[in-house]
């Protein structure tokens, strides 16, 4: 069996070469949003492929996938090191890319310059999911230094993660060969405290719905016109107001939800780790945790209509609005899109005209409870000397069901370098720096009790 005192002191001895590394890959701002310089994803997938090769790797790819959907791919790096003859293969994955920046002011920090408070890592990509890639990397020198690496591995780094992963699935099935794996582990989740460790074992799905309400073929004037005629902003909010009930639950019918979350999550520690101010109410019913993993959630995230600065006495003809609705492990992205969209039509307040846009369907992912969930839990049992908790995320990672489609015989393992404080996408983003170093150890004790 593993000695831990040994692969401890492995992993203390990569972790300052990691880290640096960690650091040198956040400075390059690899947004993959389209609005961005995108050669800076071509300059982080050659700092990947440098990692790589420091980590032992020669069979090393960067890869832009060509389809005829959604056009050229952004960079992916696709590496493999052959263990032991007759021994397990694992697919190892995370994702260069990131989330833009957003408004300056919302950072203390410049969101590309890595910097260290308080045990943690500031910067945009420090945890989602850049210290992903190198924890795969510490692990793997931190097994070199202790002999021959105990399994075969195949690492895919992913460059569009954060836009969708629109060639995702065409990635999969180009290269199926060579992503084939007995066990695949998704660093790119949460973990329940910086001090408990987590496996991610549900999801929840996503389905995104444009909706356009319009109710005049050109704008009039408010004082002339107003009274019998309602502008589109407040027959879309009337529209809006129908999505949730009274305790603020979804009510769109046919669409699923159960109250059936192993964890406790009290209502006093979800306030602290999502800033909700004092005297709001948090909605819904059921536990906590469910209201998070398991029951369906709605939200309004975007809204077009005419700004404040440019308002006029007119009444607005037209507004248009994003939905994005996460559905329960369990329910089909598609069946859930229809109900959404029928509901809308069917609740349009004085005969409005609804159209759709375009919308984002990703299916939801449960994981199966087996061997290597169990080992993967010791792993972690060991690297943070507490018991790891079984978790669900309420946001979707929608090619994990993917990945479970097209390799159906693969144990998927969904691990965590992210805690509550890390504030992944928003302003502030960061790692913390005792939860890298134990991430980097768990993998480690994994991959060589795999072989065992």
Known sequence: MTDLATYSAAVDAALPAVRSELEDLVRIPSVSSSAFDQSELDRSAQKVTEILRDSGFTDIETIKLETESNGTGRPAILAHREGPAGGPTVMLYAHHDVQPPGERDKWDTEPFEPVEKDGRLYGR????????????????????????LPVSVTVFIEGEEEIGSPTFVDFLNEYRDRLAADVIVVADSNNWTVDVPSLTTSLRGVV????????????????????????AVTVASKLIATLHDENGSVAVAGLHGYD?????YPEDQLRNDTGVLEGVE????????????????????GLDATSVEKSSNTIIPSCRFQ???????????????????KHIVEHAPFGAKV????????????AEQTGVMETARGALRDAWQTEPVDIGVGGSIPFIADLAKVFPQAEILVTGIEDPDTRAHSGNESLHLGVFRNAILAEALLLARLAE
């Open 125 to 148: 990509g420090t945890a989602d999911d850049k210290a992903g890639i190198l924890v795969h990397a510490g692990a793997i020198r931190a097994l070199d230094s202790l002999g021959e």
């Open 208 to 231: 995104g719905l444009e909706v356009t309400v319009d109710v005049l073929d050109h704008a009039l004037h408010s004082g002339m016109y107003g009274g019998p005629v309602l502008d």
């Open 260 to 264: 059936d979350a192993d964890a406790d």
């Open 282 to 301: 948090l909605v819904g019913k059921g536990s906590m945790a469910s209201r998070l993993w398991t029951q369906p959630a709605l939200s309004v995230i």
């Open 323 to 341: 939905l994005s609705l996460r559905t329960a492990p369990g329910q089909q992205p598609a069946e859930a899109h229809e109900a959404l969209k």
């Open 355 to 366: 159209s759709f846009g375009p919308g984002e369907l990703g299916p939801a992912f449960q």
